[in-house]
């Protein structure tokens, strides 16, 4: 069972950035894809950005040219680095591992992400 560790989370102004990291507890032989998912209280969780492991990436509307996803393959990690961020952008961040051909997607504990205006 693969075990996704996340950190980064914090308080943060609007305007300013966070880096948020995403460690996978084993190494990722297949070919996956990771990325972060956001869920406010009482909301549906939602795409905020996946990469590949050949790094094609996928960001959501919302977060496009704030927000950067790159991930380290020998590491099984993933980052987001989040830039001029609002209060909208306050959820709790999740952290997702699907290896293809996998039936079960992986998903980390969560990282609380505030961002007061």
């Known amino acids: 069972q693969v075990q996704l560790v996340e950190s980064g989370g914090g308080l943060v102004q609007a305007g300013g950035s966070l880096r948020l990291s995403c460690a996978a507890s084993?190494?990722?032989?297949?070919?996956?894809?990771m990325g972060w998912y956001q869920q406010a209280p009482g909301k549906q969780r939602d795409l905020v950005a996946t990469i590949t492991s050949g790094g094609t990436t996928n960001y959501a509307d919302s977060v496009k040219g704030r927000f950067t996803i790159s991930r380290d393959n020998a590491k099984s990690t993933v980052y987001l680095q989040m830039n001029s961020l609002k209060p909208e952008d306050t959820s709790i961040y999740y952290c997702?591992?699907?290896?293809?051909?996998?039936?079960?997607?992986?998903w980390g504990q969560g990282t609380q992400v505030t961002v007061s205006s």
């Open positions: 084993e190494s990722i032989s297949s070919d996956s894809i």
């Open positions: 997702m591992l699907y290896p293809f051909g996998s039936l079960k997607t992986h």
